[in-house]
């Protein structure tokens, strides 16, 4: 059965969601369990990415909801989860890395055009900017097979900066595997409540500024938050 098209949401702006007011609700960070629908591989520490935890962490209701995304996957299917809560250094860490790839890849662009695609793949490090990630309540999430153990081809690797990353890009090749990939992804996701990042099929949203925005709620529930503080 195939699943609903991806619509092609509009791209956001980091300076609107640096806008939103945030009204925090004051819920834990929890280590997201492993189950058999539902596992973890916290992609950053095996890339030695500096400060990078071993564990992947986010907000008692986003795991609750990742939960409920998981159960409604076919049987041979679970998720996978890449990354949660993120510190301002990790995302720094991310940051400098997705800019050298850029850089190999796009020499031909200008320094500023580059930056600006950098900015469609990572949320700028700032002082006075809360990225999603640092509030547990971003995921990155991918599909694996139950049986085999293997991860889902969804047309472009995590965290690659083209536009085959962009959400619906495969919406242009229905006919590809990727295609009906993202959509059962997108779809278990949002029927749980989360919102996704149109540049990134990886990337979903619960309780921060970002869902705030693509939901139209006048607040964030999540602000900044800190693993290693609260353990």
Known sequence: MTSPAIPNLPHFSWETTKQVPIVDCDEVLEPIPNHERLRSYPIYFPKNIPNAIDICVAR???IQRLQQAAALLPDHLGIMVLDGWRSREVQSGVQDDIRKTIKRDYAYLSKTDQEQ????FVAPVLPNFISPHLTGGALDVTLFNRQ?????????????????SHTSYYEKFPDQDACEHRRLLYHVMTSAGFTNL??????????NALWALYTQNDHAIYGAADWEISH
Request: hydrophobic share 35%; glycine share 6%; aromatic share 18%.
């Open 117 to 120: 695609l950098l900015l469609d």
């Open 60 to 62: 008692s209701s986003v």
């Open 148 to 164: 085999t153990k293997d991860w889902l081809d969804m047309g472009s690797d995590f965290d690659e900066p083209t536009e085959r």
């Open 198 to 207: 149109p540049t990134e099929w990886w990337h979903f949203d619960f309780g």
